[in-house]
């Protein structure tokens, strides 16, 4: 079992920044790629963000949304079993619940592909 908690979420106003952590534990030598996901009100879960653990020259390490590319860095900590989300010029419409989740196989974007999830923390980017 891998256990997934979040931290760092809060309230930020249009244009401010926050990183968001993701601190891994358990058995997480099985788990290969970690994402982002976040669900605003009303709305379906949707992909942010993903990386690798560990990312070899041939590798296609990261992935972003469009709708946070240029402004979001996903990173890693390995050490620290630690996945960020430093998100920059934060938009009204980035107001969520962010979710991270672990997975075994490759990056992928769909939600269904992860095994572990976090139990989220609120962003809310007030205009």
């Known amino acids: 079992q891998v256990q997934l908690v979040e931290s760092g979420g809060g309230l930020v106003q249009a244009g401010g920044s926050l990183r968001l952590s993701c601190a891994a534990s358990?058995?997480?030598?099985?788990?290969?790629?970690v994402g982002w996901f976040r669900r605003a009100p009303g709305k379906e879960r949707e992909f942010v963000a993903a990386?690798?653990?560990?990312?070899?020259?041939?590798?296609?390490?990261?992935s972003y949304a469009d709708s946070v590319k240029g402004r979001f860095t996903i990173s890693r900590d390995n050490a620290k079993n630690t996945v960020y989300l430093q998100m920059n010029s934060l938009k009204p419409e980035d107001t969520a619940v962010y979710y991270c989740?672990?997975?075994?196989?490759?990056?992928?974007?769909?939600?269904?592909?992860?095994?572990?999830w976090g139990q989220g923390t609120q962003v809310t980017v007030s205009s």
């Open positions: 989740a672990a997975r075994g196989g490759e990056i992928a974007v769909a939600d269904a592909e992860y095994d572990y």
């Open positions: 990386i690798k653990w560990v990312i070899f020259w041939s590798d296609v390490g990261t």
């Open positions: 358990g058995s997480t030598f099985g788990t290969n790629a």
